[in-house]
């Protein structure tokens, strides 16, 4: 098959850890690890995959779902799970692997991947796209807070910040104090460009990502 040699000769460049090509002939590759290539495609361009072929490093249960939703014609991988592998003979997708291994090992190398361990007793391409998302979703909170609490000595605002601040809230109290307890707590932490915003109950902070310094603060409606 002409385009799946062309997906894994792409996928034998230095840092490529996916490649498709699609239906036409377009091909992509990228350096992310993981589910993230597909779930980005498929997010925001859902029909480029139909038809097409791709060439993975290594793929999972949750990867082999993402195949299936996408209406992928063929698959190549380095490395495959067992139950991926056991996923896609369901369907009409041919499969080609290297190597299949028990299940696809988390990052650690002392237990499962996540996003394997989040589908492995799902049945359904759908339900398990959603399940995904929302896994993906948790794991980046995670991520986001445990940086802000490694760094919260370095997180400090200015006389401006303060003022502002203070306004903004009603806050008669240290305020680089308050933010930090806010931090700790927070429900929602993401990075977007340059800034950290971070939202706790009707309040949302705002911080700059590099030089942790609190911009400011205010509450939300």
Known sequence: ???LEQAKKALQQPEVTFAAVSANGVCVTSDKK????????????????????????????????????????????????????ETLQQTNIFVQYQTVVPYIINRNKDGMCPMEETVLSIQDAEQAFV??????????????????????ENIHTTPL???????NIGL???????????IKTATN????GKNW?????????????NRYTIITAHKQT
């Open 1 to 3: 098959m002409e385009r």
């Open 34 to 85: 993981g589910i993230v290539p597909m779930m980005e495609i498929l997010e925001t361009n859902p029909t480029f995959l139909s038809d097409a072929v791709v060439a993975d490093k290594v793929i999972g249960k949750a990867a082999a779902f993402l195949l299936i939703k996408g209406n992928v014609k063929a698959v190549y991988a380095q490395m495959m799970s067992h139950h991926a592998l």
């Open 131 to 152: 399940a995904l998302q929302e896994k993906r979703k948790a794991l980046e909170q995670k991520r986001n807070k445990e940086i802000l609490l490694q760094n919260l």
């Open 161 to 167: 910040g303060t003022e502002r601040i203070q306004r």
């Open 172 to 182: 008669e109290c240290d305020v680089v104090a308050w933010c930090k307890d806010c």
């Open 189 to 192: 932490i993401k990075q977007k």
């Open 197 to 209: 915003y971070i939202s706790n109950g009707n309040t949302r902070i705002t911080i700059h990502a």
